[in-house]
Structure formats: C-alpha cells, structure tokens
C-alpha cells in the first residue's frame, strides 16, 4: 500500500521553525487576462500575459514576495485575442514569451520589464524552451524553429511537420536534455475541436529535420507537460483527450521511445497541467479538480517513486491553473486565472509553504518566537515561546495521524514524550490564528 507521507523540515540539535510566507491573490486590472507566464526574480513575481482592456495588449505585472503589486506594463503589439501565452527565462534574467495572436507574438524583455525586441511566427502553445544561448519554438502547422535570442531572428526552421494535412497540428510540450536534443509533442484538431493523443517529436541540433518517437508497445497518451531528467524524460498527460477523472498518468521513458515506468493509479482531478521536480526530488503536479460543481487549482506531491505525499485544493469557483514554480524559501507559487461572476477573467497567484499549505504572514510566528529541544529527544521536550496567553501544542506521525497534544502556556513548557515509537515526528505550535511547524526526532 501507499504511504502517504507528511513532508516536513528536518531539524537537527536546537529546532526552530522557519516561517514561510503564503498568500493567495487575485489582480483585477483586466477584463480578461489569465496571468499564465510566471517567473521569479530577486524582488518579486513577474506574471506576462495577453491582456484585453479597450484592446489587447502585452501585459507584465509585477508583484513584491508577498504578491503586492508594485507596477504594471501594457504594451500595444497588434495583439488581437488572449490565445494562451507561455515563456522561459536566460541565466541574464531575460524572458522570453509568446504572447496570445497577432503578427508580432514572440517577445523579449529585460528583467525590468522593458521589451528588447518583438517578432512575429506562427502562433504556438507551450512549446517555447531557452537553452545553450539558443531559443527553441515550435509553432502550429508544425514547425520547430531555433531562434537567435539576441534579435529573435531565425537560424533555422525544420519541414513542416504534419502527418495528416487534413487536421491542425499544434504543439504542446516541450524539453530540452542535457545533450541538448530538443523533445516535443503535437496533437491534431479535427471537426469539433476534437484533439488526438500526443505524438513525440526528437531533434538533434544540425539534423535535417525532427523524427517521431515511437513509445514501447505503441503507448499511446495525451501529454500535456515533459521535461528532461539527466537522460531520462518524464512526462505527465491522460490515457486520451477526453479523460477527465480517470486515465491520468504519469511516465518516464528514454528518447528512443523505451518505457521506464508508468503511474497509472494516482489521484485524479480533471486534469494535470504541468509539473515540476523540487528540491528534495519529488514530483509535484499542478492541475484543476471539480469540488461541488466548481473548478478548483489542484497540487499534487509525490515521491519519484510515485508514492503520494500530499494534495491541496485551492479556492472554489471557475478556476485554471497555469504553472507552478518552487521558491527559495521551498514553497511553491502558483499562477492561474478565475472568472468573476461579471464574467471578467483575472489573473491569480498562490504562494503555498513547502507542504502546500496557505498561510498568510499575518499568522506566522516568526522562529525567533519559538524553539523546541533537544533534538533528537527520548523523555522530556521542552517548547519555548515568547507569546503570551495559551497556546496548543500537537504532535502528529507520518502519516499525519494526531498523537498528541496538549496546552502550552507561553515561556517553557515541558512535554512528556516517553510514550511515543521512536521515529520521526511533525510539531504544530498554534496561538489563535498564528502557527507554524517543524520536525522532532523520538530515539
């Protein structure tokens, strides 16, 4: 069976929990914009997008590490809809987006937020990867263009890519390994809008064109995200287009098409969107699940080995999620968009904890305010605490079973935790609305 484990931060001698910052926003600027392209810098967010306000525009908003606004930017780029925008960044700060539909829907800006350059190729999806001083696109129709960062001009372009020149074929997901061999999807829209599953694409930089991955036993998926592992690739899609609670799965496979592994058995929302691999390794998976009728933004953790950690639900209403990043302080951001009951679509950002909890920085207790010791511990624990009045101590195993607690009362209070199976245990120090957690050792 799997376990589901309850992710904490490992504490060594004097224990002290770090507070992390969590917020959950939405900007009201727009009359519609979906806030999809995210990226962190040393000061903030930096959401990119199609924003329509008497028009279209190429729209930046900043935001601080507690999701304030500090400024916004429109740029009028003969955009003409809010077609999904995607981007990546340069080891300089750089970002690179495209940018809903128009003639000119690739753009570059400099980490203030100024554009560098603006060009105009085919309309494309996800399929947008900066690596080794080259930018890679593949647009609708297909193409697979390599692009100069430094002016977006075109240093090659490969043979469209199309197999069936009766459907529109439309790029989806794209990596690129260490080797730098450039990995993608397609799918094909027929009547209807009616979508195909996936199929892969490889390209080695000088070929002459892409050639089609073919998967072992001819597996055959909807991928909706991939990236490069060392030499491996992972990948997270449904069994076809038109699964939504059942069919989810994800898998890692070489480039020559050989299957590692499948998970075809994890928790199933709508839809997973993208994912990301975070600092300890794991998977985590950012998508859209249904509670009462209504869409909510849906984060799933879970071992390499495909063993769930944890999930998270957030919000109640008509919400998309975009992309999820891990921040330095090893939470996550989320960027997603929500449709007012006047219709208006408006960007949103959730900043969660390293367990993907939401908790605002009015109601974290700073580490300085508490210490628990010693760490590890055989008998007596004692929970050290600058505020005032009682407080609730709770101690819960890894499974995140309660199985104990107990009043504290501000100064030192000293805890019996004789009883407990030695191992590895989560703390919870609540006063009102203020909390915050950490990880004791029982030997």
Known sequence: MKKILFTILVCIGLTTAKAQYAFEKTYNFYNNAYGEVLFIQDDGYLLAFAGLKEKYYFSLLKTDFNG?????????????????SYGDMDEYGNMYISCGDGPNNLVKINPQGEILWVKGYHRFKRSIKYYNNALWVATEGAYLYKIDPNNGDSLWCSPRINENQNFQCIPIAMTVMNDGKVLFTVVYSGAFGALSNSTIYSYDDGA???VKVTLDNNQSAFITDINAVENELWAVGRANYYSTT??????????????????????????????????EG????????????????????????????WTRNYNNGSYLSFQVRQTNDNGYIISGSNESISGSINPVLIKTNSEG???????????????????PVSNLLVVESTKSGPGIFSIY??????????????????????NLEKGIYLYEIKYNDLLYTGKVIVR
């Open 68 to 84: 304030d606004t500090i400024w916004t930017k429109n740029y009028d780029i003969g955009l003409v809809s809010d077609y999904f």
């Open 208 to 210: 002459e064109s892409p």
């Open 246 to 279: 059942s069919g989810l799965f994800f898998m890692k496979f070489l480039a020559d098409g050989t299957i590692l592994s499948i998970a075809d058995s994890m928790p199933s929302p709508i839809r997973y969107n993208r994912f990301i691999i975070n600092s």
């Open 282 to 309: 794991n998977i985590v998976l950012l998508g859209e699940s249904t509670l009462n009728g209504d869409n909510s933004i849906y984060l799933h953790c879970m071992t390499s080995d495909y063993d769930s950690i």
């Open 357 to 375: 909890l939401i908790i605002s920085a009015n109601s974290l207790l700073y580490s300085s305010n508490a210490k628990v010791y010693p760490n």
């Open 397 to 418: 195993n890894m499974l995140g079973r309660l199985v104990m607690k107990t009043q504290i009362t501000g100064d030192a209070t000293t805890v019996n935790v004789s």
